[in-house]
Nanobody
Framework: QVQLVESGGGLVQPGGSLRLSCGVS????????MGWYRQAPGKQRDLVAA???????MCADSVKGRFTISRDNVKNTVYLQMNSLKPEDAAVYYC????????WGQGTQVTVSS
């Protein structure tokens, strides 16, 4: 069955960096556009960044220039490099296909606080 396993979150100070990873199994990973999403308490889950099977990327305006999405089609893994983190980036981060169509994983918590 499809499994999405996010990791790499944690507590970081404002201005710091984190690299999230998402291991994907149960689908032909290389053909799917993949996305990173985030959900803060009391808010809807929003797309943060996406990467096509060919490697084209897009980022939400709120993270443009700070976050970078990448993928490894051999390891079936999608990454999110997050730099210059702000308190408003704090959320649970999830990966999924884009549009989201797979069962959600448990996510990884990102906390940005001094």
């Amino acid at each position: 069955q499809v499994q999405l396993v996010e990791s790499g979150g944690g507590l970081v100070q404002p201005g710091g960096s984190l690299r999230l990873s998402c291991g994907v199994s149960g689908i032909m990973f290389s053909i799917f556009t993949m996305g990173w999403y985030r959900q803060a308490p009391g808010k809807q889950r929003d797309l943060v960044a996406a990467i096509t099977s060919g490697g084209s990327t897009m980022c939400a305006d709120s993270v443009k220039g700070r976050f970078t999405i990448s993928r490894d089609n051999v390891k079936n893994t999608v990454y999110l490099q997050m730099n210059s983190l702000k308190p408003e980036d704090a959320a649970v981060y999830y990966c999924n296909t884009h549009p989201s169509g797979m069962p959600w994983g448990q996510g990884t918590q990102v906390t940005v606080s001094s």
